[in-house]
């Protein structure tokens, strides 16, 4: 890289910014080593440091078709900047972690029953610790760190040597799986809590039971111990916090304040105060002396899983079912930062003895480590909250639509990826959108059983159509929309006149749900699949069936129409898909070889393939002449979730569990770029005329990816008849060009000169009902 640009005063800070990158990507450069470039681009672009000419220099000379593909990020991903370091290793949920009294080194439990002991400084793991038979849910270091203990649901404790990582002690006693453990500051006794609805007591060094604390009503998730060693504090299922004398086992207290199960506990390092964090989202703070609650910590949006205190007792740090931490000021109990990046529930954190991080443990099978100094914000980050689960570009190429679980829908701007605006109205999970072919409305419909009309320029609603009695899975719009049709799990689809929001015709004939719906491309008919195993078209005009296509053999979960509307395809339930002739309503070919769900598919712009996801971690592209497969696509290591095409037909876009987003060369098969993800990926979509690729996760995250030194040709585009003639549309100017016959399937400039998008015209015409 060239270094003149940066002015010599400020290379701290730059070597600074560019060791905060490597530190925060380390994880994913570990296991993608050539994808240097590209994610440190892309965390330095958004970073507060003066690198800009540096990066942007380098960027300039890497965006060349002869050099290796890459994805530049347009929008900022969600994740606190806060966050400097992932550890992965565990294969199952991080269910505690504790952090050594040196704060060198870290051990996490977890539900893959193993205990880890990682370097805190360089994340790398230093002993995998063997021996439970059970999920492992708690874990404590002694004070002068030499030896570590673990809790399982396979009723037992295990004392480890913290240096060699051999097994000293297994202790038994308990009857029911042990979810917590402390240790006395001596490093004397160890204290356990467990399903059983005891507190237990053991010798450190001989690992004989010392007391057996009884009076919790149910089990007993978790325990700490005072900074004097005198007192227990433990909580439970049965909604209390207990304080316990370690000298004569006796209850001292019993604090009561939560609504449900107490999750966790700790207490502050004067022994004045605890913090209890419950399933009740909140977290109480107690006064030890009078058992009166000083705050009530409210914020979280899930079940609260885990709290720590910082040493110097000044905060205290939240750990969530809402997939954040939150640190909040212990004296006047204010949110003071909330940290994003997780993508499944937070089970735990801990603060190190110099208080200058956090470590977390989640079900996302990842340890998180947190400044505490960097990147304090007291907002989540624009955006859903929830999973995304659709997107849709308008077909203007400006806008992006995305729904979601939190039940709005968010419209953002295709190019920049900032908000434009949020639709809210809908009172249950939104589960699909289209936007109309003029680009100008937007339709949403949800488990609420209404489908919505939203203004795209402006999001305000026009209509809240109303009819069906069950949840509404999707809708389409007509090709010059002027309807919609909507079909619900009420057995039904309903045709909306959009000119008055009324109900031109209900579609009745199936026996189950019906799951999905699309319209011809030249609106004279419906097509329907459903739970009841048929697919059927309808008349868009009457209203009135026209075919029923039988033979699956299960519920039929999707369907799609080709450009020509010469034939359907779908997806059903038993992994196969199905194309028919829309003529006969005959089967013209099935596609077999999917050996798990398929969740998504999609039909090249040419209809020439199909490409279809599914469960079984490929994605498949079939020949839509022959029905084989011509290239099955493989390099997901968990579930594909989600498949696009280019506008070019060129490529394929595909995204997955396993947190990544990969893009396909058709011709070869060939994985021609990779970009890993904040979470796992639930759909993706592409831009109609840019080589832009658009990603939803599991957390409400929005990926809008510039496919940079991917090899791009004419964007193809079918033309329709009219009362002019044979016209199309451009995708990117939106002009309307007249054409002749003889332009058929050949390519084109589009003819407005401040335009010139090259396109290829289909060798068909569609003329509209």
Partial sequence: MDTQPIVKENYNSVLIAFSRALMREAHVLTQHPDLLWQQIYNRLQWADAPSDGLVETEREGRCDLDLRPWGWAKSRGRQSDALFRILIGHNGAVTCCAVSPDSAWIVTASGDRTVRVWDALTGQLHHTLKGHTEPIWGCAISPDGSWIVSTSLDNTVQVWD???????HTLKGHTHGIIGCAISPDGAWIVTTSGDKTVRVWDAITGKPQHILEGHTSGVRSCAVSPDGMWIVSSSDDKTVRVWDIATGQLRQILKGHTEPIWRCAISPDGAWIVSASRDKTLLVWDTVTGEILHTLEGHTDWVEGCAISPDGAWIVSASKDKT?????????????????????VEGCSVSPNGAWIVSASRDETLRIWDTTAGKSLHISEGHIRQIEGLVVSPDGTKIVSISGDKTVRVWDAIT??????????????????????????????????????????????????????????????????WIVSASRDKKLQVWDLLTGKIRYTLRGHTHGVNDCAVSPD??????????????VWDGSTGELQHTLRGFSDGVLGCAVSPDGAWIVSACHDFTLRVWDTTT????????????????????????WIASASWDGTVRVWNIITGAPRQILKGHRDKVVGCAVSPDGNWIVSTSADETLRVWDVATGEQILIYPLLAPGFCVTTHPWRPMAICGDNIGGLYILAMMNVKYGPIIVTAHQDEQGIVLRCPACQHIHLISQSQLGIEIVCPNKQCMLHLKINPFVIHLA
């Avoid at 309503?585 to 020439?608: K, M, N, Q, Y």
Wanted: proline fraction near 4%.
């Fill in 523 to 536: 609106g004279s008919w419906i097509v329907s699949a459903s739970w009841d195993k048929t697919m059927r």
């Fill in 585 to 608: 309503g005959e089967t013209r070919h099935t596609l077999e070889g999917h050996s798990a769900g398929i969740v998504g598919f999609v039909i090249s712009p040419d209809g020439a």
């Fill in 162 to 168: 913290a240096s060699t990582g051999e097994l000293r």
């Fill in 417 to 482: 990826g900032n908000p434009q605006n949020t639709l809210e109205g809908h009172t249950g999970l939104v589960c699909g959108c289209v936007v109309s072919p003029d680009s100008a409305w937007i339709a949403s419909t949800s488990w609420d059983r209404t489908v919505r009309i939203w203004d795209a320029a402006t999001g305000k609603p026009r209509y809240i159509l109303k009819g069906h009695t069950d949840w509404v899975f999707g809708c389409a719009f007509s090709p010059n929309g002027k």
């Fill in 325 to 345: 931490l939150r640190v909040w000021n212990a004296v006047t109990g204010e949110i003071q930062n909330i940290l994003e990046g997780h993508s499944d529930w």
